[in-house]
């Protein structure tokens, strides 16, 4: 069983910058697919970008694109995405998630894997 901790979640203030990383428990893990996503309190969950890092594609959502990115730091075996242009309207639960399949990074039902998520609050 694998398992996915995210970290760097926090409170900024709007315009402000986060970067958000998740690692894996094993490092024999190989996804083929993962995602960020996340879900602010009664909406949702909505994807936010995704990797494929075997061809090293990334996709961010249309309404993030230029202010998120998605990484990938293979010596360190962490999936990271940096928040930048924080809007109040950012506020919410992120979680990674992660599948061995080749598969659409953006529907969740793609992934096995979950991580339990890391807050972001922007006021």
């Known amino acids: 069983h694998v398992q996915l901790v995210e970290s760097g979640g926090g409170s900024v203030q709007a315009g402000g910058s986060l970067t958000l990383s998740c690692v894996a428990s094993t490092n024999t893990y190989t996804a083929h697919c993962v995602g960020w996503f996340r879900q602010a309190p009664g909406k949702e969950r909505e994807g936010v970008a995704g990797?494929?890092?075997?061809?090293?594609?990334?996709y961010i959502a249309d309404s993030m694109k230029g202010r998120f990115t998605i990484s990938q730091d293979k010596a360190a075996g962490t999936l990271n995405l940096t928040l930048d242009s924080l809007k109040p309207e950012d506020t919410a639960m992120y979680y990674c998630?992660?599948?061995?399949?080749?598969?659409?990074?953006?529907?969740?039902?793609?992934?096995?894997?979950w991580g339990r998520g890391t807050q972001v609050t922007v006021s």
């Open positions: 998630a992660a599948d061995r399949r080749y598969g659409a990074w953006y529907q969740g039902s793609q992934y096995t894997y």
């Open positions: 990797l494929h890092p075997g061809t090293g594609n990334s």
